[in-house]
């Protein structure tokens, strides 16, 4: 059994500003709104914790060195760097003329980091994913941790490893989530959106007192009025968009997947299709029929009762790797949700990720989508300040992002700015009456 009590010298105080979904412009022009790490690079540069480069850049998918990483994690940390003596030098290859010397001697007198065993720092070397989780929880005054050695975290952590602690509480808060092949990978180097989306959750970790990151939280939002559905997507999975049918799947790339419908072991999907149920069968009457149907088929099966989307539903699992839900919505529709993802390493992560895509799930009254952009905008101008058809009119918009939210709002509740790049309009949106408030032409919040 191994045990690790992190100690903090400096006392740690969040940045006191509650964080909104999504914020309004683009801060960088190469993180746009559809980046996995969009809203945590707003929420810090906002806040003044990041900055870009020279050319206006942010550059997520570069690799960060040790210097620009230890800056950011502190900064976000909020460690106090300002009564640092700019006197001896800390480390032979950090010099007080450097801009990164109060970061890596604040960090220095405080335990955070050593240097290697020729004595030095080496600020311009990459970041790697270990040193990372180390410092995050150091300066966040995370402490307790236990790992066992025999524990296996990720397959490539074991709890013997000296950054097995940091490991075992980042995977148990969502901080880190397993890569492609559901290995950690600790010796490779972090990227700048990596570093800060990490810092993020951390922050959402602690605001939320110790409760996991909510992996879904801003994954982008989809809409199919045709199939009676809205639901989030996690970015790493893709649409495919049929006749009678939507699927969204996670693709095996390891294994060169060509197809979703043969599961691979690091994939999953889950086709979405809507049956009118033109019989007006009963919940009751429709349930009976389907169980004759899995017992004439599969012999055995364990059916669950569930709510999806608000409404009652049944589950049918036939197999470890294969779940069906039926969802009964109004005017005797059916929405069936077929899943299936392939057995490996990956496969809890896989089984969180469609657990969460059907939590967000949302029924839509089919036929609330469009005919033409003509009619879409003005329907929706129609409703305008009209309570009650403010999430309706939404669902006839595909692509809606939500790119601000007003948490004061004008008095009754919370204000959403949900933009269409489609149609190149800005919705204003107030939550608790539902309503509407104004529709403005382009990606905007100056209402």
């Known amino acids: 059994m191994r045990k690790l009590f992190l100690a903090c010298t400096v006392c740690i105080f969040l940045i006191p500003v509650s964080i909104p979904a999504v914020y309004a412009?683009?801060?960088?022009?190469?993180?746009?709104?559809?980046?996995?790490?969009?809203?945590?690079?707003?929420?810090?540069?906002?806040?003044?914790?990041?900055?870009?480069?020279?050319?206006?850049?942010?550059?997520?998918?570069?690799?960060?060195?040790?210097?620009?990483?230890?800056?950011?994690?502190?900064?976000?940390?909020?460690?106090?760097?300002?009564?640092?003596?700019?006197?001896?030098?800390?480390?032979?290859?950090?010099?007080?003329?450097?801009?990164?010397?109060?970061?890596?001697?604040?960090?220095?007198?405080?335990?955070?980091?050593?240097?290697?065993?020729?004595?030095?720092?080496?600020?311009?070397?990459?970041?790697?994913?270990?040193?990372?989780?180390?410092?995050?929880?150091?300066?966040?005054?995370?402490?307790?941790?236990?790992?066992?050695?025999?524990?296996?975290?990720?397959?490539?952590?074991?709890?013997?490893?000296?950054?097995?602690?940091?490991?075992?509480?980042?995977?148990?808060?969502n901080i880190i989530e397993p890569t492609d092949d559901a290995k950690l990978h600790a010796e490779r180097g972090i990227t700048r959106g990596e570093l800060v989306e990490m810092m993020y959750r951390m922050e959402i970790v602690l605001q939320n007192d110790g409760e996991p990151f909510d992996i879904s939280t801003n994954w982008p939002a989809v809409s199919y009025p045709e199939h009676a559905f809205k639901s989030k997507l996690p970015f790493t999975w893709d649409v495919v968009e049929n006749k009678d049918e939507v699927v969204f799947w996670r693709r095996d790339e390891i294994n060169h997947q060509s197809s979703y419908e043969v599961s691979f072991p690091y994939s999953a999907s889950m086709t979405f299709h809507l049956d009118n149920n033109e019989a007006g069968l009963s919940p009751a009457t429709y349930e009976e029929n389907l169980e004759m149907v899995y017992k004439s088929n599969f012999?055995?099966?364990?059916?669950?009762?569930?709510?999806?989307?608000?409404?009652?539903?049944?589950?049918?699992?036939?197999?470890?790797?294969?779940?069906?839900?039926?969802?009964?919505?109004?005017?005797?529709?059916?929405?069936?949700?077929?899943?299936?993802?392939?057995?490996?390493?990956?496969?809890?992560?896989?089984?969180?990720?469609?657990?969460?895509?059907?939590?967000?799930?949302?029924?839509?009254?089919?036929?609330?989508?469009?005919?033409?952009?003509?009619?879409v905008l003005s329907d929706a101008r129609s409703r305008i300040l009209v309570e009650g058809l403010g999430q309706e009119t939404m669902d006839m918009f595909n692509d809606l992002v939500n790119i601000e939210t007003d948490t004061i709002g004008i008095g009754t509740g919370p204000v959403d700015y949900f933009y269409s790049a489609e149609y190149d309009v800005t919705i204003k949106y107030e939550r608790n009456s539902d309503t509407i408030l104004d529709i403005q032409d382009g990606e905007t919040s100056a209402f």
């Open 25 to 173: 412009a683009d801060s960088f022009p190469d993180v746009t709104s559809d980046s996995p790490y969009y809203t945590a690079i707003e929420y810090f540069k906002k806040n003044g914790i990041i900055e870009g480069y020279t050319d206006g850049t942010f550059r997520p998918d570069q690799e960060a060195n040790r210097a620009e990483a230890l800056k950011i994690i502190l900064l976000a940390s909020s460690v106090n760097i300002e009564d640092v003596f700019l006197g001896l030098n800390v480390f032979p290859d950090v010099s007080p003329e450097d801009w990164h010397y109060p970061y890596i001697k604040t960090a220095k007198e405080l335990d955070y980091v050593e240097g290697y065993p020729d004595g030095n720092f080496k600020p311009e070397k990459v970041q790697n994913v270990a040193e990372t989780l180390k410092l995050i929880l150091l300066t966040n005054n995370i402490d307790g941790i236990e790992t066992d050695v025999n524990e296996t975290i990720f397959p490539d952590v074991t709890g013997a490893v000296w950054f097995a602690p940091y490991a075992a509480y980042s995977k148990e808060k």
């Open 299 to 375: 012999g055995s099966y364990q059916k669950n009762t569930l709510t999806l989307a608000g409404n009652q539903a049944i589950e049918f699992n036939v197999s470890i790797d294969h779940d069906d839900y039926f969802v009964f919505l109004p005017e005797n529709r059916v929405l069936h949700i077929y899943t299936s993802y392939g057995w490996s390493d990956l496969t809890e992560q896989l089984q969180t990720e469609i657990d969460k895509i059907l939590e967000n799930l949302e029924y839509i009254t089919p036929g609330s989508g469009r005919s033409s952009s003509g009619d």
